[in-house]
C-alpha cells in the first residue's frame, strides 16, 4: 500500500518557477515508479513526466519537455517536479501516481494504482 501527498502549488506568473513535491508512505514505494500527471479545467487527466523506480529513467511530454524536471529520493520518499519557465497553458491541477509497472513511456491513467489528492497551480499572465 502507498499513499501520495502533493504540495507546493499556487500561484505563479509566468514565466517563473514553482516546484511540487510528492511525499509517499508505505515501505514499498522503492518498488514503484511515479509520474505527474495534470488535468485542467475540462481537459482530460494528462501525463507530463515519469520517472522509473530507481530514477535513471524519465520520461516527458513535449510541453513541458526542457522547463520540467521530475527527480526523485528514494530514502526521503519523494517525487518532485521542477517548473521553470512556466506558461499559462500550464495552469492546471497536478496529481502525483504510482505504478508497479516498470518502464515509463506510454503510460496512462489507468496504469497507476495509487494517486494524490492533487495540487493547484495557477499560471497568471
Known amino acids: 500500500q502507498v499513499q501520495l501527498v502533493e504540495s507546493g502549488g499556487g500561484l505563479v506568473q509566468a514565466g517563473g518557477s514553482l516546484s511540487l513535491s510528492c511525499a509517499a508512505s508505505g515501505r514499498a514505494f522503492v518498488n514503484y515508479g511515479v509520474a505527474w500527471f495534470r488535468q485542467g479545467l475540462e481537459k482530460e487527466r494528462e501525463l507530463i513526466a515519469a520517472i522509473n523506480w530507481s530514477g535513471d529513467s524519465t520520461y516527458y511530454v513535449d510541453s513541458v519537455k526542457g522547463r520540467f524536471t521530475i527527480s526523485r529520493d528514494n530514502a526521503e520518499k519523494t517525487v518532485d517536479l521542477q517548473m521553470n519557465n512556466v506558461k499559462s497553458e500550464d495552469t492546471a491541477v497536478y496529481y502525483c501516481?504510482?505504478?508497479?509497472?516498470?518502464?515509463?513511456?506510454?503510460?496512462?491513467?489507468?496504469?497507476?494504482?495509487?494517486w494524490g489528492q492533487g495540487a493547484q497551480v495557477t499560471v497568471s499572465s
Open positions: 501516481a504510482a505504478t508497479s509497472l516498470e518502464g515509463v513511456v506510454g503510460r496512462i491513467p489507468d496504469d497507476y494504482d495509487y
